[in-house]
């Protein structure tokens, strides 16, 4: 509806009825008005209703929901399922052409706005999360090792020579894959123990560098979201030896959106050295399906070459998803989520420390790790071999999802690399564990439903432990017969002391 065919309501409908339905009409169109003069996430959240409107005045600007439209291609936006059609709301295009990700495509002005708005509020985003020097990102419908992948297949371009990327040890197997796949061999810096964290060798990058050659070294691949007792890397040190080396720094920021200290981080390396980009996952930083990252960096021409870098179109679903989500929240929601996922933290740290202490174990110290958690399990180690691996089992089968228990000495080949103590970050952490996140999005009643069915799994395996070693025969060591085979045959699964 514009002015002249409210005008031509008047005379079917009493014009006073119909000006309130056109300044009704105003108030939705002036909230898309300022995200488009603007290009940043609203303050307050938008009503679906306005959501609505306006994706669907983007649908009808692609050439595939043209009325009179004569399609002779071989892609034309043509959708065999309505259901399709509207999960999409009729955005079929994609986004980008052949050559870009990021480029314009003529069939499809509404979907090509779509794609540079949703960039443009994200990057508002980064910034308000706390990279406030962030110059570019853009969101690529991939998964966060893939997008790892690409940004090392577009240095590869600039370091022709370079068969090495140096990467402080994370057990997660999609952040080593990534490496493997862009065709470079992964050198492996263990961390080093400080109290409970497994922190950053600095020394072992150093030596790296200088054992390998720094024009052989494609980048320092770094972390900062992990799972406890690992700690984000020590971003600022690491930034500074890139600088001082000239090598290229990439950061894997999984889920680090969500956390005030990894952005922080990323934003300090920059300063004071080299950080060329930092990747983010959308379902982990937006609650959005998963299938989607953001790609963002300090150098707008390196972000661009990066984005010319991927292959073909691209599937808009990511950034419709992330789009939808941030109009429907505005910054002052997503900051409340943000406020509230740090108070759950503490919230869970608080039990966690409890449960353990009623247990017999203690909550290990990683206050560098500003989402996850981890909690002891020597004494449950102590009394069965499996009833660590089958406290995990025990957890999934009650629907306490997220929840990951690492035994010792647990080994994993990947791609022709073994890690010893995988999953531990460590090849020699001295004790078992049970990790447990406080994610954007996460409740409290998330967590005390988690620790009433935990505290429960824990008293089972005890009372197991216990009925097991009670069942046992007791035989003294008087009366045991040492040169009859038969009696220690017998005696192979009794427990035994010593009778003075």
Known sequence: MNS????????????????????????????????????????????????????????????????????????????????????????????????????????????????????????????????RSAASCFVVPMATGMSLTLCFLTLRHRRPKARYIIWPRIDQKSCFKAMITAGFEPVVVENVLEGDELRTDLEAVERKICELGADNILCVHSTTSCFAPRVPDRLEELATICAKHSIPHIVNNAYGVQSSKCM???????????????????????????????????????????????????????????LITLLTLGTSGYKKLLSERKEIYSFLAEELK?????????????????????????RLQNESDKAVTQLGSMLFTRQVSGARVIPLGKEQTISGHTF?????????????????????????????????????????????????????????????????????????????????
């Open 4 to 131: 002249e065919n409210f005008t031509l309501s008047e005379k079917i409908v009493s014009s006073s009825y119909i000006r309130q339905g056109c300044q009704a009409r105003r108030s939705h169109e002036q909230l898309i008005r300022h995200l488009l003069e603007q290009g940043k996430c609203p303050e307050e959240g938008w009503s679906e209703s306005t959501i609505e409107l306006f994706l669907n005045e983007l649908a009808v600007m692609d050439s595939n929901n043209f009325l009179g439209n004569c399609g002779v291609g071989e892609r034309e936006g043509r959708v065999a399922s309505s259901l399709v059609a509207r999960r999409h709301y009729r955005l079929i295009h994609g986004i980008g052409r052949s050559g870009d990700i990021a480029a314009i495509q003529p069939k499809a002005a509404g979907s090509s706005l779509l794609n540079k708005l949703t960039n443009s509020v994200v990057l508002d985003i980064l910034k308000l999360s706390g990279v």
């Open 264 to 322: 922080h981080l990323i934003q300090q390396g920059a300063r004071v050295g080299r950080i060329d980009t930092f990747v983010q996952s959308l379902d982990k930083n937006f609650m959005v399906p998963v299938g989607g990252a953001i790609i963002a960096g300090f150098d707008e021409s390196f972000i661009q070459e990066i984005s010319k870098m991927y292959p073909g179109r691209a599937s808009a679903s990511p950034s419709l998803d992330v």
């Open 354 to 378: 409890s449960l353990a202490s009623a247990h017999g174990e203690r909550l290990l110290h990683t206050p560098h790790n500003p989402i996850s958690l981890a909690m002891s399990l020597d």
């Open 420 to 500: 010893r103590g995988f999953m531990s970050h460590s090849e020699t952490y001295p004790c078992p564990y049970l990790n447990a996140a406080s994610a954007v999005g996460i409740t409290r009643e998330d967590v005390t439903l988690c620790i009433k069915r935990l505290d429960k799994c824990l008293k089972t395996l005890r009372k197991e432990g216990n009925a097991a070693k009670s069942s046992s025969p007791v035989i003294h060591t008087a009366d045991l017969k040492l040169d009859c085979k038969s009696s220690l045959a017998e005696s192979k699964n009794a427990l035994f002391y010593i009778d003075y």
